[in-house]
């Protein structure tokens, strides 16, 4: 479903239809010709769980809780509306399927009927295999989430409804923005719980900048994230711990002119001390960050400027 927003001219539309209601997978809002060549992307905050995945759950507070990149919707959606920056939100909830991991990321052992064609496992890595796959099996400080096995026909429906149609949708926002623009940035936006001290002395970062160690994006953007970051007197890493996953490597293709980061953002920030709802900070960040946003863009505006291409929206 479709809708506008005649104040600001921006298109809200609807896609794919999480399984079990008739919620919508997702939301993109995107102007027919953006303030910025940047697409906002968040893929773990959905809270939309139908009654019969809790069911389901051994322990669903627990669960949906670690799962979700907590209301990072809420800072994405402030982000989108100071800096006019397209924005897609994920509401099927990360328990239900993971965006950021490939349609084959599977540990098919918790399939009541196994894998029709690929074996045990994914080809992709240990994730799978330790827990974090398509579809989260097992947490630390809870073990199994399920219980019981879940039907292959079931995961099969996950990935038609929500990842496939999601990812198309990314895709889509990603070469419109290439269109008008030259080039696009998609910053793929997710919370990290507070990082542990590597020593006495050490200081953690509070934002990690991820861009597959320079396979998803030109180096020049996230040197650029980290220079506007230290200017803020903000504790920053890159690519470690976190560089990213499937998003990045799906939609991150630099020869064509499309770049994609990851923003990790340390939930202290903006939640409040159970890590669960909002807090006051988090207007301040949210300026903060669209700042980011805002310098970021001019690095991709000013890439394409200096290989003498038209900017449209100049």
């Known amino acids: 479903m479709t809708k506008r927003d005649p104040g600001r001219s921006i298109r809200v539309t609807d896609g794919g239809q999480i399984p079990g209601s008739n919620h ?10 953006s303030a910025v060549p940047i697409l906002l992307a968040v893929p773990h905050a959905g809270r939309h769980y139908p009654e019969s995945l809790r069911e389901r759950m051994r322990d669903p507070e627990f669960s949906t809780l670690r799962l979700e990149d907590r209301m990072v919707d809420v800072l994405a959606r402030d982000l989108a509306g100071q800096t006019g920056a397209p924005l897609i939100v994920a509401h099927a909830p990360r328990a239900m399927l993971d965006l950021n991991r490939a349609d084959d990321d599977m540990d098919w052992s918790m399939i009541a009927d196994g894998s029709p064609t690929r074996g045990s496992h994914s080809r992709s890595n240990r994730r799978a295999r330790s827990g974090l796959g398509l579809i989260p099996r097992r947490l630390s400080g809870l073990g199994e989430i399920w219980r019981q096995r879940i039907d292959h026909g079931e995961v099969t429906a996950r990935i038609e ?26 910053i793929d936006m997710h919370s990290m719980p507070p990082l542990k001290k590597r020593h006495p002395d050490d200081t ?5 900048i991820g861009d597959r160690f320079g396979a998803s994006s030109d180096g020049m953007f996230s040197a650029a994230a980290l220079r506007y970051l230290a ?23 630099p020869s064509l002119g499309i770049h994609a980061i990851q923003l990790e953002i340390c939930r202290t920030l903006y939640l409040d001390s159970r890590l669960s709802e909002p807090s006051a900070r988090l207007p301040a960040l949210a300026k903060m960050l669209a700042g980011l946003v805002r310098n970021l863009a001019d690095e991709v505006s000013r890439t394409e400027r200096d290989k003498g291409l038209p900017i449209a929206a100049e």
């Not at 997978?25 to 010709?33: C, D």
């Not at 953690?204 to 990690?208: D, G, H, L, R, T």
């Not at 976190?242 to 293709?253: C, E, I, S, T």
């Open 161 to 186: 409804s929500v990842h496939a149609p999601y990812h198309k949708a990314v895709s889509q926002a990603l070469s419109a923005l290439r269109q008008q623009w030259g080039a696009a940035l998609l």
């Open 24 to 33: 919508p997978a997702f939301t993109l809002q995107m102007a027919e010709k």
């Open 204 to 208: 953690p970062a509070e934002f990690v």
């Open 231 to 253: 200017r803020q007197d903000r504790r920053a890493a890159h690519n470690r711990p976190y560089a990213g996953g499937y998003v990045l490597d799906r939609h991150g293709k």
